[in-house]
């Protein structure tokens, strides 16, 4: 079995924002060599997320109005006990747990193998500094 590594690193300007990652995991999956096997999407950041939806803009907005009703920004340490340590990003972590920490995504012939319309997203939620994804693939 082989393995590959590679790491996307984003610097997203809005607070929150989704960013289609689609193509440069395809990319990572080209140049592992691996035919069959899994690829591993993962941000590793507690206040960023990887998920796999549609790539709809009415959709994107949909979820930043949804997400923002379930854990709405305050910097203030009243609504979040986490910002009492001097942070302003405890929806950023609420948001995060709920889009999720990573997908895997079989490799079939040498491609993602996904069902119709889904792709590959990075979720930032409290953006403004330089945040790492890791893309992990092995197989055959």
């Known amino acids: 079995m082989k393995s590959h590594t590679e790491y996307l690193t984003f610097n997203v300007p809005q607070r929150m924002d989704f960013i289609n990652i689609t193509s440069q995991v395809q990319a990572a999956v080209e140049k592992s060599g691996i035919r069959e096997g899994l690829c591993l999407v993962n941000a590793m950041h507690i206040t960023a997320s990887v998920f796999i939806n549609d790539d709809e803009p009415g959709l994107h907005q949909d979820y930043k109005r ?23 990003n405890g929806d950023a972590h609420h948001k995060r747990q709920i889009m999720g920490r990573e997908v895997v995504v079989a490799v079939t012939k040498g491609r993602l193998d996904f069902g ?25």
Do not use: C, M
């Not at 379930?70 to 001097?86: I, K, M």
């Not at 409290?126 to 790492?132: I, S």
């Open 116 to 140: 119709p319309w889904e792709q590959i997203f990075y979720g930032e939620f409290d953006g403004r500094r330089p945040k790492r994804v890791l893309i992990k693939i092995i197989g055959e």
């Open 66 to 88: 949804w997400l923002e009703k379930l854990a709405p920004f305050d910097p203030s340490p009243q609504t979040y006990q986490h910002n009492r340590t001097g942070e302003d």
